[in-house]
């Protein structure tokens, strides 16, 4: 039994049956939680992100950031901001683009989102070579226009699960049977207007829409700035049980050995735009990230890379470009969705495409 299960099952004792919402927090952000002490990126890891496959990804995104900030008018002072950047890869090969503009260079700061004092040591050593201002806060800061990032963040946060049973909506539930958590119902029907067959499953996200409507807000407070979402999920509402554990690479039963697996759902993209349209910004996308990053340049960056390289780095390349943009088994190109947040009304690079591949 793991320290988190053990809490859950005095928890449920003395309180009765708590959300889905509820679990996942503990199970994630508890102190012997999944994020506390145990390493899951890479292939050592339970999962690979998109910027651990290859530089490539990294450096569009900075790309990108350059591109927002020149759109804005080249604002003094800014924050390159990252939500969740977990060893700091992606930093990493954003700045090594946007640090070629002595102007951005100049007018940024460095600032990473993320409550692990391990994960923050692991961070500096990685970033501080490349950004001579680098700070760490608990959100979103907001004394300066941002320019953020946030991969694969947004699929963490805490979902809650309705199930229709007899006309009405019933939260589900994670209750114990002896020293045994399963999944339960609550008995009272919840406020909840929809309609949907007997037995579906609708998902809630009241802290991913908080989340987006908060970036907005600041982007529309200083009239200038950009946020970049890129995460697996799909782009119009649906009923569904999308929650999912990840361990050592391969799905994993959700309520076993809690705090060791890693905890996630997939993002509903229009419920994000809608939230972050509230605030009044202009919102592009969704759309794939294969057609996102090939519009971007994927394939004259990974050509440049493999000039005069050996075939076997060559045939690494390729491999990547097909894991990044490609859209078959094990591809991340159209089950990876790419939203844009942005004071400036004029459609960003990679978002022409919307029509044609939002996925």
């Not at 145990?38 to 496959?53: K, L």
């Not at 900030?69 to 002072?77: F, K, L, Q, T």
């Not at 799909?234 to 309520?255: F, K, M, N, S, W």
């Amino acid at each position: 039994m793991t320290p988190v299960e053990a809490r859950l099952l005095r928890r449920i004792a003395l309180t009765g049956p708590i959300s889905v919402a509820e679990y996942m927090a503990a199970c994630l952000t508890d102190p012997d939680g999944y994020y506390s002490g145990r390493e899951p990126f890479g292939a050592a890891g339970d999962f690979v992100t998109a910027p651990e496959i290859s530089q490539m990804f990294g450096e569009l995104l900075g790309a990108f950031v350059l591109d927002r900030w020149h759109a804005d008018g080249r604002p003094e002072a800014v924050d390159l901001v990252e939500l969740g950047p977990g060893r700091g890869t992606l930093m990493a090969d954003a700045l090594r683009v946007a640090m070629r503009d002595p102007g951005f260079a100049a007018a940024s700061r460095v600032v990473l989102v993320d409550a692990s004092p391990r994960l923050r040591a692991i961070q500096e050593a990685a970033l501080a070579p490349l950004h001579p201002r680098l700070l760490w806060r608990d959100g979103v800061p907001d004394e300066r226009p941002i320019y953020l990032l946030a991969n694969e963040f947004f699929d963490a946060l805490p979902i809650r699960q309705f199930v229709r049973r007899g006309g009405k909506w019933f939260e589900r539930t994670i209750g114990r049977d002896g020293d045994r958590l399963v999944f339960g119902l609550s008995p009272f029907p919840a406020p909840l207007k929809a309609d949907a067959p007997e037995g579906a499953m609708r998902e809630v996200r009241p802290a991913a829409d908080a989340a987006a409507r908060e970036i907005a807000a600041i982007i529309a407070r200083h009239g200038k700035g950009a946020a970049l979402i890129v995460d697996y999920g799909y782009d119009r509402p649906g009923d569904g049980d999308t929650l999912q554990a990840v361990r050592r690479h391969a799905y994993a039963d959700i309520l076993a050995d809690p705090g060791e697996a890693d905890l996630s759902a997939h993002v509903d993209f229009s419920a994000l735009a809608t939230a972050a349209r509230i605030e009044g910004v202009s919102v592009h996308g969704p759309v794939g990230q294969g057609p996102f990053l090939l519009a971007l340049g994927l394939l004259a960056r990974a050509g440049q890379l493999g000039a005069g390289a050996s075939a076997e780095v060559q045939a690494r390349l390729h491999a990547d470009v097909s894991r990044l943009a490609g859209e078959g088994p094990g591809e991340m190109g159209a089950l990876f969705k790419v939203l844009a947040v942005t004071a400036n009304p004029t459609i960003p690079p990679g978002f022409d495409v919307v029509g044609r591949h939002a996925g």
